[in-house]
């Protein structure tokens, strides 16, 4: 399947009024996961208040134990600082990775902007090595662009 070919059902989870955005959240995690093979952990995290934090809302793969990530630690951290989004073909050769599964092989983390702001983040983890193409970048930037309209 297409990554285009899973926009309207993007859009039809988030636009759903009948449920929280926390669950619409959690079920675009668990809508990515299941329906792309190589997102293997899908998480939103967002900014901690007043703090120089982002903090884990909801995800969908296994438990992880980084749910306060600090500003400029882990790719998360770096985002949160740099605005842009962060590609890593293979965690193995990036200096400021913070591992959360002995499995993780890549990573891609697309920065989330409210009124131009930086208030978050998707972050997906692969099992496999250098997955992640242009592709992917375009849709989590369009998942991202549909979330920002429900908060």
């Known amino acids: 399947m297409q990554l285009e070919d899973l926009k309207p059902d993007v859009t039809g989870i ?6 929280s955005i926390t669950e619409r ?3 675009i995690c668990h809508f ?3 329906n792309v093979d190589h997102y293997d952990w899908v998480g939103f995290y967002f900014k901690n208040g007043d703090k120089d934090e ?3 809302r909801t995800y969908a793969g296994l438990e992880t134990d980084h749910v306060i990530i600090p500003f400029g630690k882990g790719i998360c951290g770096q985002v949160a600082v740099s ?3 962060f590609v890593v073909p293979d965690v193995k050769a990036q200096d400021n990775y913070i591992a959360c599964s002995i499995n993780v092989k890549s990573e891609i983390v697309v920065p989330l902007f409210k009124n131009g702001e930086n208030i978050g ?3 997906i983890d692969s099992d496999t090595i250098d997955p992640f193409k242009k592709e992917d ?3 989590l930037e369009f998942v991202n662009q ?3 309209k429900i908060l």
Request: aromatic share 4%.
């Open 14 to 19: 988030l636009t759903n009024e009948d449920v």
């Open 83 to 85: 605005n842009e989004n």
């Open 137 to 139: 970048e375009r849709f």
């Open 25 to 27: 959240l959690n079920q």
């Open 121 to 123: 983040q998707i972050d």
């Open 32 to 34: 990515l996961k299941d």
């Open 54 to 56: 982002l903090k884990l």
């Open 146 to 148: 549909e979330v920002s």
